[in-house]
């Protein structure tokens, strides 16, 4: 029996086994959600890349932020704040999400979703260059939460940041070090690739947090998040 089982999970899938597979889960553990779908929809209509956090990731970051309590989070990568609406609905009446983003456009637009989420009061897009955003942050008061999901080639600078403002016990994650398992081959060069890499290596001797890496498969593809607990 359980060997069948076993040899189940070892025969090749594909995108088409994952996107089925992610749709039957979402079918019963995701309701419906209109602001959400308005999201995905509106980010489209004005030219936004289809690259936000697939709807299962994004309850996922909802109740990672959640289970934890978060009062403060803090986003590297709004786009049109598909993940940026998660995180909020896991705040409190009185909590915070900072979120950054390079293009104007895209904030707009991030705008315009997080008001019609009815998140705004909670919400901070602030537009510029992550790293120059982040290194104007003030360590006080810490956040409780940051989720990494722009810009791989500079993902450790990003991070290094993150540990400078998350409370101990704060969570950081990561989108995007799997990339289809073409982080962890050597002969791909992408300049994605490169920057998890680094941050990776980094990590390696890294005393002040303790991370692991959940690959996850759905209908965008074969990726993970890494899930990173200060100490
Ligand atoms: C993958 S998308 C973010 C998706 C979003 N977190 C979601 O799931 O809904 C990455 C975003 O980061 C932005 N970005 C790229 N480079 C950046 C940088 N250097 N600083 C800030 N944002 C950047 C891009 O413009 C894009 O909107």
């Known amino acids: 029996m359980a060997d069948a089982l076993y040899k189940t999970l070892l025969a090749p899938t594909t995108l088409v086994d994952w996107d089925r597979s992610d749709k039957y889960h979402n079918s019963h553990l995701l309701q419906k959600d209109q602001t959400l779908e308005f999201t995905v929809q509106n980010s489209e209509a004005n030219g936004l890349p289809p690259i ?22 803090l986003e590297v990568g709004t786009l049109g704040g598909y993940s940026s609406i998660n995180l909020a609905r896991a705040l409190p009446d009185d909590g915070k999400l900072v979120t950054l983003e390079l293009k104007e456009h895209h904030a707009k637009i991030a705008t315009e979703n ?53 409370r101990k016990g704060g969570v950081i994650v990561v989108d995007n070090v799997v990339q289809n398992g073409c982080v962890g081959n050597l002969a791909d060069t992408s300049e994605f690739t490169a920057g998890v890499r680094k941050l990776l290596s980094a990590l390696k001797d890294d005393n002040e947090v303790e991370a692991t890496t959940i690959s996850t498969a759905s209908g965008k593809g074969y990726d993970g998040f890494l899930y990173a607990v200060r100490k």
């Open 52 to 73: 936000a956090v697939s709807p299962a990731q994004g309850k996922f970051l909802y109740l990672l932020a959640k289970s934890i309590g978060a009062k403060r989070i």
């Open 114 to 166: 997080i008001t019609k989420a009815g998140v705004a009061s909670k919400v901070n897009v602030i537009v510029g260059p992550a790293l120059a955003s982040l290194q104007k942050l003030a360590s006080e008061p810490k956040f409780d939460f940051v989720f990494i999901d722009a810009d791989w080639d500079n993902v450790s600078n990003y991070f290094t940041e993150a540990k400078r403002l998350v």
